[in-house]
Structure formats: C-alpha cells, structure tokens
C-alpha cells in the first residue's frame, strides 16, 4: 500500500523487508511482473532502476547493453530460479 505526497510516494515496507512498487510507477518505467529491478546506493539515496529482461538484452535490443556486471549478474539470478524451479519439482516428486 502506498500514498502520494508532493515530491513522490510513501511506500509500506513489511517486516521481512519487502515493499510493493505501485502499478502506476511500474507502468511509467517499464518493469515487468515478475521481474527483476537493480537497487543500489547512490549519493546517499536508494535507487531503482529497472532492468529488462535477459533475453531482451540478447534479442533486439542487444545493442543497447554493454556486456558487463548487470547483464553477468541478470544471468546468474535467470540460472539460479531454473535451479531453484528444478529443485522444487525434484521434491514434488519425492511426495508423490
């Protein structure tokens, strides 16, 4: 839940740390559901940016990208939740 003020929105941060970016503001920058945005500190503040996806990087829009720290760090978290998604259908499988 959030609530506008003058200079943005206030959003509810819950007890394990997670926070709702709201449809309009995802909207206006492109993230996706489900997705994957960057957070990083910069000049004292927190910063979203949000991050295309990784077969977008390599289709069309490659060129937009250098290759480098993001696009390396997108790949790692695509192959981590394959891993993950396997792992969870290997236990599933186990009960039945």
């Known amino acids: 839940m959030s609530s506008n003020t003058e200079d ?14 709201p449809k309009e503001l ?3 920058f492109g993230i996706e559901t489900p997705g994957k945005v960057h957070i990083h500190e910069e000049e004292g503040k927190i910063v979203v940016d949000p991050l295309p996806s990784v077969d977008e ?9 250098e290759k480098g720290t993001v696009l390396d760090q997108l790949q790692g978290m695509k192959a981590a939740d ?14 039945e």
């Open 26 to 28: 995802r909207d206006r």
């Open 57 to 65: 990087m390599r289709g069309v829009h490659a060129g937009r990208y």
């Open 8 to 21: 943005g929105e206030i959003i509810r941060v819950s007890k394990k740390g997670q926070a709702t970016i």
């Open 82 to 95: 394959k891993r993950r998604e396997r792992e969870h259908d290997a236990q599933l499988g186990q009960h």
